[in-house]
């Protein structure tokens, strides 16, 4: 066996030395970058996908912003500027005659203030049909103004002739007047 003269061992060195600069100083760099590079494009293409998502969710949005356009609208129809509740008192009459239903005891109560409106309690007594009465709650709901009906008593009659007591207590609000 030949030992390799010395410029053949020069050689193969500057080989080596020339292939591990390279590995370290292009390659390696390079490969780190690609990596950075595929990191930063999937984080690309996950936020392109959650964006596309948003985006086909907008229609629905837009349509809940209208809805909810449209309640506030009516909930300011609701609730009026100002106490006027005398009419509505009488509503309640009219609708209850109407029905069929007697003995009719309509009795507001004393004014509180619940944050932004002010709430008048109102006691309502009446005796009936079955049907009558369930009318009179539908009635309610086609009203101008927000009721909220916070109990409902229902009881026989003493002589038990098919006629219902009904107590409810209902609230009703107005806004101050600016």
């Known amino acids: 066996m030949q030992v390799p003269e010395k410029q053949q061992l020069v050689i193969v060195s500057v080989i080596i030395i020339m292939l591990t600069g390279f590995t370290f100083f292009q ?4 490969k780190s970058r690609a990596g950075i590079v595929r990191q930063k494009r999937d984080m690309l293409l996950n936020s392109n996908l959650a964006m596309t998502l948003r985006i086909q969710q907008l229609p629905v949005l837009y349509k809940q912003i209208e809805d909810m356009r449209k309640k506030v609208e009516n909930y300011d129809l609701e609730i009026p500027r100002g106490r006027a509740h005398g009419l509505f008192l009488q509503q309640i009459a009219d609708v209850m005659s109407r029905l069929g239903l007697t003995e009719q005891r309509i009795t507001p109560g004393l004014e509180y203030d619940s944050g932004k409106l002010i709430c008048i309690p109102i006691d309502i007594q009446c005796r009936g049909k079955f049907d009558a009465m369930f009318s009179l709650f539908k009635e309610f709901e086609k009203f101008d103004r927000l ?3 916070e109990q ?9 002739n098919g ?9 009703i609000y107005y806004r101050r007047q600016e």
């Open 27 to 30: 390659y390696l760099p390079v």
């Open 147 to 149: 009721i909220q009906i």
């Open 163 to 171: 006629s219902l007591l009904m107590r409810a207590k209902v609230n």
């Open 152 to 160: 409902v008593n229902l009881s026989n009659t003493s002589d038990y």
